[in-house]
């Protein structure tokens, strides 16, 4: 399935850092952080969401789980969970930041469809 916008999720315990990337733009947007409740995650769905749009979220298994997986296909939006050892590292690319993570993931895989 072909999709048109990828959303990154950097999970923590209380926040998510979120970015995306368009089909056909160079670089991924950091969106910024929204809090970790269904209501923030049911808000962001509904604020990307457009009729002829296709999403494909996607963020690093870890202790949240697959809570967040479940609620997105609930929504009728497919989610991959992905272990972050399958993330491709750049060289020099040591420094992790939550919004960098977020970028990273959405730039991977709209390069990767």
Not at 4 to 11: C, E, F, K, R
Not at 95 to 107: F, G, P, Q, S, W
Request: aromatic share 8%; charged share 25%; proline share 5%.
């Amino acid at each position: 399935m072909n999709y048109s916008t990828y959303v990154g999720l950097d999970v923590h315990k209380d926040s998510i850092s979120v970015a995306i990337a368009k089909v056909g733009r160079e670089e991924a947007e950091n969106l910024g952080n929204i809090i970790n409740k269904p209501e923030a995650i049911a808000k962001l769905v509904r604020r990307l969401r457009k009729p002829v749009e296709k999403l494909l979220f996607c963020y690093e298994v870890g202790p949240c789980g697959y809570v967040i997986y479940w609620q997105l296909k609930t929504m009728g939006v497919n989610c991959l969970v992905v272990a972050p050892s399958l993330i491709p590292q750049r060289p020099g690319e040591r420094i992790k930041t939550d919004r960098r993570d977020a970028r990273k993931l959405a730039r991977f895989y709209a390069a990767a469809n």
